[in-house]
Nanobody
Framework: EVQLQASGGGLVQAGGSLRLSCAAS????????VGWFRQAPGKEREAVSC????????YYADSVKGRFTISRDSAKNTLYLQMNSLKPEDTAVYYC??????????????????????WGQGTLVTVSS
């Protein structure tokens, strides 16, 4: 059974940093692509950053490029999202997700989030101005 457990959210001032973690079980990172998504109040869920199972290719939304870094630790089976230079517009509930079939950068960035097979619960990130 695939399980994803996100943590690390919190309240931070603009310009600050947070690191989100997603503990995974039931699969290994060479079996599934994994990613971070977010949903702000009144907005649709969007892909933030993803990493492919096939070759480690990464996708970043334009709004987070240069500020966020996705990584994975295979030994711990944990996915991370390092978020630096946070802005109030980064405020959202952040989710981790996994999928066996989404492997290309194009698909990671363009397919609707509900295409992804497995989801963890969200963790709230609030950035104050």
């Amino acid at each position: 059974e695939v399980q994803l457990q996100a943590s690390g959210g919190g309240l931070v001032q603009a310009g600050g940093s947070l690191r989100l973690s997603c503990a995974a079980s039931g699969f290994t990172f060479d079996e599934v692509s994994v990613g971070w998504f977010r949903q702000a109040p009144g907005k649709e869920r969007e892909a933030v950053s993803c990493i492919s199972s096939s070759d480690g290719t990464t996708y970043y939304a334009d709004s987070v490029k240069g500020r966020f870094t996705i990584s994975r630790d295979s030994a711990k089976n944990t996915l991370y999202l390092q978020m630096n230079s946070l802005k109030p517009e980064d405020t959202a509930v952040y989710y981790c997700a996994a999928d066996r079939w989404i492997t290309t950068k194009h698909d990671m960035g363009s397919l609707p989030p509900d295409t992804w097979e497995h989801w963890g619960q969200g963790t709230l990130v609030t950035v104050s101005s």
